[in-house]
């Protein structure tokens, strides 16, 4: 009896270490869905839970379809100590990161290695109006030092600063080609991120500050045209917001709530 008591727990932990080795990576889809409130998801995911790739996408569309979000695939290493409530992943993705990114911690804490993500441009037209009907170009990069995230009820506290940097911009409503080069400084404090936005150089002139705060947006800032600039950036300029008088000079007011 013993005997037999013995070989069928052997079974039970050879068939549990079978499952845990072969965990589909769709497994980790599930949990990304869940910790972003069902704003991402992970599309066609290859492998096991453990060492597996995917593209990052949106909530499915109708019938299913997920759209990529950002360039190529990310592949990932889960350690096996995650069973013990030790988080070791290593991320790549030769297209959207400069380089590998590590994720360390505990189940409802990580911290994020020092990185930089490559972002389409068009994928600000999602913002709504008046960026689709800009229809931005140019380069977009997110790149931060070390993030410290906390998992809370219903949202994910961080605390780091990431930097938005926006190279060469373009719209094809402008003949300018590029307007600007711009950058914004995101200082994060738990939910919310303190904005700042400055022109780097350019002909079109963007400045302004904010809140991010649990995904709302609240900003106010000024948008004008450099010198030599006003009558060829004139009819972009009425797009983006109301015309004021500022120490004598037509700047558009830029109010996001």
């Not at 932990?13 to 910790?35: D, K, N």
């Not at 068009?122 to 009907?133: C, D, K, Q, R, V």
């Not at 809140?211 to 060829?232: D, K, V």
């Amino acid at each position: 009896m013993k005997r037999t008591l013995g070989w069928l727990v052997v079974l039970v932990l050879a068939v549990a270490l079978t499952v845990l080795v072969c965990l589909p990576a769709s497994w980790l889809g599930t949990i990304v869905e869940r910790q972003t409130g069902g704003r991402l998801t992970l599309g066609d995911a290859q492998g096991t839970l453990w060492s597996g790739s995917a593209f990052v996408g949106g909530a499915a569309g109708e019938g299913g379809s997920v759209t990529p979000l950002l360039p190529g695939r990310f592949t990932w290493r889960l350690s096996p100590l995650v069973l013990f409530g030790r988080v070791h992943m290593d991320l790549e993705n030769a297209q959207a990161l400069a380089g590998p990114v590590r994720i360390e911690g505990s189940w409802s804490q990580w911290q994020v290695s020092e990185g930089q993500l490559l972002l389409p441009a068009e994928g600000l037209a999602g913002l709504g109006a008046p960026l689709n009907t800009l229809m931005p170009s140019g380069v977009i990069r997110l790149s931060w030092n070390r993030l410290d995230l906390v998992r809370q009820p219903g949202s994910i506290s961080v605390t780091g600063r990431t930097i938005l940097s926006m190279n060469d911009m373009g719209s094809r409503m402008s003949p300018v080609r590029p307007l600007g080069s711009y950058e914004m400084a995101m200082d994060w404090r738990g939910a919310q991120a303190d904005l700042v936005l400055r022109t780097v150089r350019g002909a079109l002139l963007l400045s302004g500050n904010g809140t991010l705060q649990n995904g709302r947006l609240r900003f106010s800032g000024q948008a004008s045209a450099a010198e030599g600039y006003e009558e060829t950036l004139g009819n972009m300029l009425n797009l983006l917001g109301q015309r004021r008088m500022v120490n004598g000079k037509n700047i558009i007011a830029l109010e996001f709530r």
